[in-house]
């Protein structure tokens, strides 16, 4: 097969299925299957946005982003993670999709291999084959919090292996990593000079663990690990497009060389809103609020899904349940499809998360308090009704 077939392999996306059925589907949807955080912007942010707007901050802004705000990154990951890096291994992007991309491109050559999470955020595979590169998934363990199985990692390594992609706290799972497993990440990384890729974009969203930045473990490895983060989730802050990667020194230009042609700069409004959002002295206490306002729903679905007896692995981070429906005998879409017909409930099916996702659905736990409660409790009918009909 051609290498450049791959970008012909890329999967649509099921929960974009879903999403447009649910569309066109009479009355109201309980929709659980995004990762849409539905938290009021700051004040701060938007006070930020508006005055740049009012002050024509308006141009297109270097590649790399505007220096106060990759100055308030690198207090960031001073302050926050013990990490010392310079302006210039930092990159704004227009999302941390957008800095994952260009991350990828600056490393990865036609043919060559990334390993990713199975279970995993599906762009990693789309982005991996859009370059003509190889997605393999190598597999987490739903019996120890899905974290990842590093021996069966380390076997699946090659000499076209390129980079290794890891998510924490992960989307769809919920795990965070703890240090000694980026430890021996590292270990396994370093005999092979294999960049590490951290996408860390749910790290204010940790609930019993603290968020271990990857760059923070073993600094004599830093030349081969790559940071991304972003707004989108910690400041609800989606559709205003903005994250960044933190890199080594020997991918700044390369990175923003390929930033021009492909989206240039993040949005010059939106970069100043980011500013505001990790400099306000307000900051600190939304990240704080918003965190356990996470939490208490955390719970709250934990609490409904035991009462309806459904299999899951309680999340420690971001905002998503994954919930096991071997039970039911039916695949992932077929369930989330039944689910959006029989009961107007509109769920992931983990099938476009990865190989071994066809018998787990994922819910989002940020959205509206009562139609959580009203999902998880339409869901777990549906559930219990299919798990019967199997046995009787
Ligand atoms: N990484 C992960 C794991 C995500 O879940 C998402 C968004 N759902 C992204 C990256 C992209 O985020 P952004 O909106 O900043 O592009």
């Known amino acids: ?180 497993t980026y430890k021996k990440l590292i270990e396994i990384a370093r005999k092979r000079n294999i960049y590490i890729i951290s996408d860390e974009i749910y790290d204010e969203l940790v609930y019993e663990k603290d968020h271990i930045s990857a760059l923070s473990v073993d600094s004599s490895y830093n030349d081969f690990i790559i940071c991304v983060y972003g707004f989108s989730k910690t400041f609800a802050m989606t559709g205003w497009r903005l994250g960044y990667a933190i890199l080594p020194d020997h991918l700044y230009s390369i990175t923003t060389k390929l930033q021009e042609p492909i989206t240039t700069c993040a949005s010059s409004i939106s970069q100043k809103a980011g500013e505001a959002a990790l400099t306000s002295p307000l900051a600190d206490e939304f990240v704080k609020e918003m965190n356990q306002l996470y939490r208490k729903k955390r719970d709250l679905a934990c609490e409904l899904l035991d009462k309806y007896e459904t299999k899951f692995v309680k999340p420690n981070g971001a905002f998503y349940i994954i919930i096991d429906i071997s039970e039911t005998n039916m695949d992932s879409m077929d369930f989330a499809k039944s689910l959006l017909i029989e009961r107007k409930v509109a769920v992931a099916p983990c099938s476009t998360f990865g190989p071994s996702g066809d018998n787990m659905i994922r819910i989002c736990f940020a959205g509206d308090e009562e139609k959580l409660k009203e999902g998880i409790e339409a869901l777990g009918e549906f559930y219990q009704e299919k798990v019967s009909g199997n046995n009787e």
């Open 1 to 180: 097969m051609s290498l450049l077939s791959k970008r012909d392999e890329i999967k649509r996306n099921g929960i974009r299925e879903i999403m447009e059925l649910a569309s066109a589907i009479d009355g109201p949807v309980i929709e659980l299957q995004i990762g849409q955080p539905i938290a009021e912007i700051p004040s701060f942010v938007k006070a930020a946005a508006i005055q740049a707007i009012q002050d024509n901050f308006s141009s297109y802004t270097a590649n790399a982003g505007i220096p106060s705000l990759r100055k308030a990154i690198v207090n960031r990951m001073q302050s926050k993670y013990g990490v010392e890096i310079g302006l210039n291994n930092v990159v704004v992007s227009p999302g941390a999709v957008a800095a994952l991309n260009i991350v990828l491109l600056s490393i990865v050559d036609v043919g060559e291999e990334v390993l990713i999470p199975d279970p995993a955020y599906p762009n990693y595979d789309s982005l991996i084959r859009i370059q003509n590169a190889i997605p393999k998934y190598y597999p987490t363990d739903p019996n120890n919090e899905y974290l990842p199985e590093l021996d069966k990692l380390e076997d699946m390594i090659t000499e076209k292996t390129k980079a290794i992609i890891v998510n924490s706290p992960s989307n769809p799972t919920g795990a965070v990593l703890e240090k000694d």
